[in-house]
Antibody
Framework: QITLKESGPALVKPTQTLTLTCTFS??????????VAWIRQPPGKALEWLAL???????RYSPSLKSRFTITKDTSKNQVVLTMTNMDPVDTATYYC????????????WGQGTLVTVSS | DIQMTQSPSTLSASVGDRVTITCRAS??????MAWYQQKPGQAPKLLIY???SLESGVPSRFSGSGSGTEFTLTISSLQPDDFATYYC?????????FGQGTKVEIK
């Protein structure tokens, strides 16, 4: 059974760097074809895909946000980390991590999400 | 980025109604369309991928169709559990985008 869970600060100040961790089980990021993505959702708004990392360390970023994000993995800990620089109040959102297979482009298992508020 | 435009934004329907949601892509995505259902306070749930393939465990009253730039999600007979927000997603390229969502409300 695949499960994912996000963790990180609930509140960050503008200009600060946000670090979110996705801890997962039921699959390994050392297995060919596996991937973990980050997707966010501002309150009352739509979903926005942010980044994805594959088992082979291949990474994909949303073109509009690429310069601010870094996604990394720690295979031994079954974790994926998303770092986002220069946080702004418009980045206030629920951040989800999700499992995705290489080549599918869809996200079949999701974490519960973690709400991050950006405010001074 | 490929832009995804859903319509309508909100849909009021009754139990038993046939419901159709449309999603248009700003350029052709062949058959690479997925649909998700999201209920308040919950993560999205994958319903359909590759336009018409049902994810395991999804009821057969859900179906998808289309190709190129225009796609539809149909619920053949709306059930109480189906009142939720639905999102389309382009899964054609390595840069994925979602529609703005369609909220299905009780009439």
């Amino acid at each position: 059974q695949i499960t994912l869970k996000e963790s990180g600060p609930a509140l960050v100040k503008p200009t600060q760097t946000l670090t979110l961790t996705c801890t997962f089980s039921g699959f390994s990021l050392s297995t060919a074809g596996m991937g973990v993505a980050w997707i966010r959702q501002p309150p009352g708004k739509a979903l926005e895909w942010l980044a994805l990392i594959y088992w082979n360390d291949n990474k994909r970023y949303s073109p509009s946000l690429k310069s601010r994000f870094t996604i990394t993995k720690d295979t031994s800990k079954n974790q994926v980390v998303l770092t986002m620089t220069n946080m702004d109040p418009v980045d206030t959102a629920t951040y989800y991590c999700a499992h995705g297979d290489y080549g599918s482009g869809t996200f079949d298992y999701w974490g519960q999400g973690t709400l991050v508020t950006v405010s001074s | 980025d490929i832009q995804m435009t859903q319509s309508p934004s909100t849909l009021s329907a009754s139990v038993g109604d046939r419901v159709t949601i449309t999603c248009r892509a700003s350029q052709s995505i062949s058959s690479w369309m997925a649909w998700y259902q999201q209920k308040p306070g919950q993560a999205p749930k994958l319903l359909i991928y590759k336009t018409s393939s049902l994810e395991s465990g999804v009821p057969s009253r859900f179906s998808g169709s289309g190709s190129g730039t225009e796609f539809t999600l149909t619920i053949s007979s709306l059930q109480p559990d189906d009142f939720a927000t639905y999102y389309c997603q382009n899964h054609e390229s390595q840069s994925w985008t979602f529609g703005q969502g369609t909220k299905v409300e009780i009439k």
